[in-house]
């Protein structure tokens, strides 16, 4: 974790977190994206692409597509997620931001299960939360004050904006888009995590759009 980065970093100790945190769970992989400034288009950019209102929804080309995707990665979720209610508005918000952000859901669902194995409230040492394990000071740089990295909706927004963001830098490269985004970059455990995640957890033959 860089200084900077730290400097960003309020830690939140709720009752609810703590329970959440000492539920069993597999071993997770996360790590801190690194602060870096942005240009002023670049961050302009990026606060646009956060400030979207409009309900997640499921983008395919039929509603048959949209069920069967839906079915199917709600059955491979079922351990991890019991609640089917959970799970449908899970799933729903990840398919929705992915698309947004022109990113395979099924690639997020993997970066999902190896930041935070699918913990809503996981905290990792260097202070990144959620989901997607976004770290704090992307709010400062890119949000605004109230946005809360542990609600489902913004941490799935934020951490699909920040990888496309990477993506775009390293000119659709994702093995270093992934490295970037795990704060790992020159490193191949993390992408190399993801990418085995995606392929064999999480693949999907059927039409995603």
């Known amino acids: 974790m860089t200084g900077q980065g730290s400097h960003f970093c309020r830690l939140c100790a709720t009752t609810t977190l703590i329970a959440a945190l000492a539920a069993p769970a597999l071993p997770a992989v996360a790590g801190s994206q690194a602060y870096q400034p942005l240009a002023a288009s670049v961050q302009a950019s990026l606060q646009r692409a956060v400030s979207d209102r409009a309900a997640p929804r499921l983008v395919f080309a ?6 069967a995707w839906l079915t199917e990665m709600s059955r491979r979720l079922e351990k991890r997620m019991p ?3 959970e799970r449908q508005e899970f799933l729903t918000t990840v398919h929705y931001e ?5 990113l395979d859901p099924q690639l997020v669902l993997g970066v999902v299960q190896v ?11 260097a202070g990144a939360r959620g989901f ?14 109230d946005h809360n990295l542990f609600h489902l909706r913004t941490n799935l927004r934020y ?15 994702l093995f270093r888009a992934l490295g970037r985004y795990n704060g790992s970059l020159g490193s191949d455990e993390y ?4 990418l085995a995640a995606w392929r064999g957890s999480w693949s999907y033959r059927g039409s995603t759009i």
């Open 62 to 67: 039929s509603a048959t597509d949209a069920e």
């Open 115 to 125: 930041e935070s194995n699918f913990r809503k409230y996981a905290v990792s040492r």
């Open 83 to 85: 609640d089917p209610q």
């Open 191 to 194: 992408p190399n995590l993801v």
């Open 159 to 173: 951490g699909c904006v920040i990888l496309r963001h990477y993506l775009d830098l390293e000119g659709g490269n």
């Open 132 to 145: 997607m394990q976004v770290m704090p000071f992307w709010v400062d740089v890119i949000g605004v004050g």
């Open 98 to 102: 992915a698309t947004r952000a022109g």
